[in-house]
């Protein structure tokens, strides 16, 4: 059956980093594109990044740009995100998704979701 699986998350100090990966399953990886999301405490839930099969291109949102970084092992069926230079205000549970779409912003437009790592920058 389709899965995704998300880990690497926890607790880390501001201005640390983490690595989070996604391990996809029972789909065929290379078609889709993969998001990474986010859900703070008592927030919507919200697009992080995402990366495109073929071309790989990467989308970043605004709030993320230059201290996360996306990529993609097809071999590996896998999805990292790097993530550099955290803040407090990174604390969410994270999560990977995918989409048969150029990586859509809105979360509706994902077919697939993991069941999301914890993150928590906190000194």
């Known amino acids: 059956q389709v899965q995704l699986v998300e880990s690497g998350g926890g607790l880390v100090q501001p201005g640390g980093s983490l690595r989070l990966s996604c391990a996809a399953s029972?789909?065929?990886?290379?078609?889709?594109?993969i998001g990474w999301f986010r859900q703070g405490p008592g927030k919507e839930r919200e697009v992080v990044s995402c990366i495109r099969t073929g071309d790989g291109m990467r989308y970043y949102a605004d709030s993320v740009k230059g201290r996360f970084t996306v990529s993609r092992d097809n071999a590996k069926n896998t999805v990292y995100l790097q993530m550099n230079s955290l803040k407090p205000e990174d604390t969410a549970v994270y999560y990977c998704a995918a989409t048969l779409l150029f990586c859509p912003i809105d979360y509706g437009s994902y077919d697939y979701w993991g069941q999301g790592t914890h993150v928590t920058v906190s000194s």
């Open positions: 029972g789909f065929t990886f290379d078609d889709y594109a």
